[in-house]
């Protein structure tokens, strides 16, 4: 809904401003140089990068217009209390006691009160957290090393994740230079007909003006600031992984498992991180169920 808005507001600002300087609508109206802008665009999208890339972009896009966040306040709270439970079952009955939950989350009892994160949309985290749990099980690898290998996951997915958000940048950053090409096509017809009045030579060289503005409000009102918002999306999905190694890590470093939910805590954003009174009171339900 805020991308929405946004669009509004620089649609409003730019043509409100043109009106109130007593600009000519009707020579905007330009649908074949929005043609050549949008075409030559979305060629240049398509040529630039592969399948993947093309598929995830456009899997992205409508992600955005999402007012909701995915990952707020209720969904950290949960999960910090399914790793108490996980990590204090594990440390009173040992990590192999945690093996058929591992396995089968959508049927262990130890799960099934956290439908959010059972929940088909957070799979990735579900994953994250399975795998390395089943590593912590299995006892053959070390606290360093699984550390080491969660950083190289987390990298991997950073980078995956801003793949849309480099080639929408990338379009944007194109487009002022296909208005350019839009504006001198115009010119060109303009010159080509010089025989015309000054009247209608006006015309078509304001038409052919049209290009370059065009191309600037599309690169820096619309197409740069979805690449943004991308990066801000996947900067802020980041956190619930980080949550979960964090917590991981300082129970594998041998910290009680409330002692341990205390440090992923303390990794999340301030606006979306649980107090600590807000936690311990979570965690005592638990304790209750």
């Known amino acids: 809904m805020l991308v ?3 669009f509004v507001i620089v649609l409003v600002s730019v043509f409100g401003g043109y009106a109130l300087q007593g600009g000519h609508f009707g020579v905007l109206y330009q649908p074949l140089e929005v043609l050549i802008i949008v075409g030559a665009a979305v060629g240049a999208f398509v040529a630039g990068n592969d399948g993947k890339t093309i598929k995830a972009t456009l899997k992205a896009l409508p992600r955005l217009l ?5 990952h707020d306040k209720a969904l950290y709270l949960d999960l910090l209390a399914l ?10 009955d040992g990590m192999m006691s945690l093996e058929a939950d591992v396995d089968d989350p959508h049927k262990s009892p130890l799960f099934a009160p956290y439908p959010i994160i059972l929940s088909a949309s957070d799979t990735p985290v579900l994953e994250f957290l399975t795998d390395y749990l089943r590593l912590i099980v299995g006892g053959n690898t070390d606290s360093h090393e699984i550390g080491q290998l969660m950083e190289h996951e987390l990298e991997t997915y950073k980078h995956e994740g801003q793949v849309p958000a480099h080639s929408l940048t990338r379009v944007g950053d194109a487009l002022p230079a296909l208005g350019i090409v839009a504006a001198v096509l115009g010119v060109i017809h ?16 304001a038409r052919a003006m049209v290009g370059t503005f065009l191309g600037i409000l599309l690169a820096y009102g619309f197409v740069s600031p979805l690449g943004t918002l991308v990066e801000h999306k996947v900067n802020e999905s980041l956190n619930v992984y980080q949550c979960i190694r964090v917590t991981l890590m300082a129970s594998l470093n041998g910290y009680a498992p409330q002692l341990a939910v205390e440090f992923g805590r303390k990794v999340l954003g ?3 991180r649980p107090s600590f ?7 005592r339900e638990v304790k209750k169920r």
């Open 190 to 205: 303009a010159l080509a007909s010089a025989d015309l009045p000054p009247a209608e030579m006006g015309q078509l060289i």
């Open 277 to 283: 009174t807000e936690l311990d009171k979570h965690v």
């Open 66 to 70: 999402m007012s909701s966040k995915k």
């Open 270 to 272: 301030a606006h979306d």
């Open 4 to 6: 929405i808005i946004g």
């Open 83 to 92: 790793l108490y439970v996980l990590l204090s079952k594990g440390r009173k």
